[in-house]
């Protein structure tokens, strides 16, 4: 599976973005898809997971109630919506699948994007 995120940029707070992850391989309908992010400085952090297409996603705490996540396998994609947006947000956001099971530890996640940078200006 190789995957590639896009749609990050620079925004406001209080504003939205809207993160995609273009999914490359038939295995990735079998997988979990994955935010995560990582700020400056900091370890990479686990944001959401979705395991099916259709299915409720889950969500780390800092973003739940302002963040959503959606599924397209017909399309091979996944996203990241990003509602009220908060300068600790600000990070590089990945895109990850994991062919068995699910984890909020990043190192036990299969395949990885290159990263989109999300920068949320006060």
């Known amino acids: 599976v190789q995957l590639q995120a896009s749609g990050g940029g620079l925004v406001q707070a209080g504003g939205s973005l809207t993160l995609s992850c273009a999914a490359s391989?038939?295995?990735?309908?079998?997988?979990?898809a994955g935010w995560f992010r990582q700020a400056s400085g900091k370890e990479r952090e686990f944001v959401a997971v979705?395991?099916?297409?259709?299915?409720?996603?889950s969500f780390a705490d800092s973003v739940k109630g302002r963040f959503t996540m959606s599924r397209d396998d017909a399309k091979n994609a996944a996203y990241l919506h990003m509602n009220y947006l908060k300068p600790e947000d600000t990070a590089t956001y990945y895109c990850a699948a994991k062919l068995y099971g699910s984890s909020s530890d990043p190192k036990s996640w299969d395949y990885w994007g290159q990263g989109t940078q999300v920068t949320v200006s006060s």
């Open positions: 391989g038939r295995a990735f309908s079998a997988s979990a």
């Open positions: 979705i395991y099916r297409d259709g299915w409720t996603p």
